[in-house]
């Protein structure tokens, strides 16, 4: 029925939750995905097979060189965290961008208690009774595998602006012209993709 001779071995870095793990390495703090890329590794780290059974995604980081990768994440979101964080000896006022960066700070420093805390695998977790700086209401969506959109930790403006330039750079080699259908201006071009 199955031929062994066929069966290659798997390389453990291809599983899922240390390419993005890879990813994370990677992808620059500015980007305005990034509350999402983590979103999608924590789903596979916390991820449970059946709501009564205990996550096992920390056992995925005990190897030597996976701990140097679990570190290495730990300090990004750390930095990330502190990138965005609010200055509170500022004098300047207070924007809705500041209010937003320092959600988004919130949100890297509860991700980098989540990297540490093993505890937060256990089947019997009571997500409402976490400290806030756990996030617990982003860890028990995760945890519960809701697909929950953080609409509330992207910047769609500022992601709207990157596209809209992506799509204006891509339609010079194109030779197209390109106008945005945000705007709801009379001269769009509705054929422009």
């Not at 999402?36 to 709501?51: C, D, Q």
């Not at 965290?81 to 509170?88: M, R, T, V």
């Amino acid at each position: 029925l199955l031929n062994t001779e066929e069966i290659t071995g798997i390389n453990i870095s291809n599983l899922a939750i240390y390419r993005w793990g890879t990813l994370l390495q990677c992808v620059p703090m500015e980007h305005p995905l990034l509350p999402y890329a983590w979103r999608e590794f924590f789903t596979l780290y916390f991820h449970r097979i059946t709501p009564e059974m205990a996550g096992v995604g920390y056992r995925y980081y005990q190897g030597i060189l996976q701990v140097r990768d679990l570190r290495a994440m730990k300090q990004i979101l750390l930095d990330t965290a502190k990138h965005f964080e609010l200055d509170e000896d500022s004098e300047e006022e207070i924007t809705e961008g500041m209010l937003f960066e320092s959600r988004l700070s919130h949100l890297f420093l509860s991700m980098s208690l989540w990297t540490e805390e093993t505890r937060l695998h256990e089947a019997n977790l009571c997500v409402q009774g976490l400290p806030r700086q756990y996030s617990g209401e982003k860890l028990g969506d995760i945890i519960q595998n809701k697909d929950v959109p953080w609409d509330d930790m992207v910047n769609v403006s500022r992601l709207d602006a990157e596209i809209s330039g992506d799509v204006t750079e891509w339609s010079k080699y194109a030779g197209r012209k390109y106008v945005s259908r945000r705007t709801n201006k009379p001269d769009e071009t509705a054929d422009c993709l």
